[in-house]
């Protein structure tokens, strides 16, 4: 195995060590109390097939502040602020990272978004899910859809249980492949309505539009598609629409923009 196909298979290894240390601190019983009397989450899935200008893909806008391939982002961001630059430029839902150790997340930025902030977008709780009071917490706090990672659940029947689980509590499931094997899992999960291709190669780091452009055809046009990775431009997005993707995930391009208020308009289409 190369030297980096290794180091990235590590990272997506300590990663899941990390949330089994996490989640064995969480108590799953107060937890799924608090899931059942939080509020509905809002339709995540009906928001971005909406299209709000006509066949441009809909921006799903990440609040990112690291991470493990690039590194500190933007660790200084007003992250509310950002949210609210999202909202009023044209993004149709945010996502939010909350993984602490390796993305410098917070799950109380998903919670005060939704319950004091009182966002008006639909919310993805971006995180390693591997264990169903995982979401049980994602809901507790306000979240609309969550992230389930097909690269991480490696094992068929946890992967449709905790798939199965999300719908059950009313959550979007984003199920997120990198490659043809992949695909073919999120496929054969029950009632799958959104898969997201990452196109950022989990072994060796590289990113490519190619990757989308590859895996959308194996799809049916009545699941949702969302591109994930490597998109920084209207260019970029015009060629991911040419290929009828329904989302696109930015954090990176945003994060990193000079004008975060123009870059997100380009990106969602309102410059069009």
């Not at 990198?178 to 950022?200: C, F, M, P, Q, S």
Request: hydrophobic share 45%.
């Amino acid at each position: 195995m190369p030297l980096h196909q290794h180091a990235m298979t590590n990272i997506l290894e300590k990663i899941i060590e990390q949330k089994k240390l996490e989640i064995a601190t969480l108590d799953a019983v107060a937890l799924r109390r608090a899931a059942e009397q939080s509020p509905a989450p809002r339709d995540f899935l009906a928001t971005i097939k909406r299209r709000r200008f006509g066949t441009h893909p809909s921006l799903i806008a990440e609040l990112k502040r690291a991470s493990p391939s690039k590194g500190i982002l933007a660790p200084h961001l007003d992250l509310f602020q950002v949210a609210d630059i999202y909202t009023q430029n044209g993004a149709a839902a945010i996502s939010v990272l909350t993984d602490e150790k390796f993305f410098m997340g917070k799950l109380e930025t998903l919670r005060e978004l939704r319950f004091t902030k009182k966002s008006e977008l639909p919310l993805l709780r971006k995180d390693f899910t591997i264990d169903e009071v995982q979401l049980y917490e994602a809901r507790a706090n306000g979240a609309d859809a969550i992230l389930l990672i097909a690269a991480a659940l490696t094992d068929d029947k946890h992967f449709a249980d905790l798939h199965a689980c999300a719908l059950n509590l009313g959550l979007t499931a984003l199920v997120e492949v990198h490659d043809e094997a992949e695909t073919e899992r999120a496929l054969k999960l029950k009632d799958v309505k959104l898969i997201g291709i990452n196109n950022r190669n989990l072994a060796t780091f590289d990113v490519s539009l190619e990757t989308t452009e590859k895996l959308r055809p194996m799809i049916s046009n009545d699941i949702a598609v969302v591109a994930e990775s490597g998109i920084f431009t209207a260019a970029d997005v015009e060629r991911l629409a040419r290929i009828n993707i329904d989302a696109i995930l930015v954090g990176e391009a945003l994060v990193t923009s000079d004008d975060i208020p123009s870059k997100v308009a380009e990106l969602a289409g309102l410059n069009v």
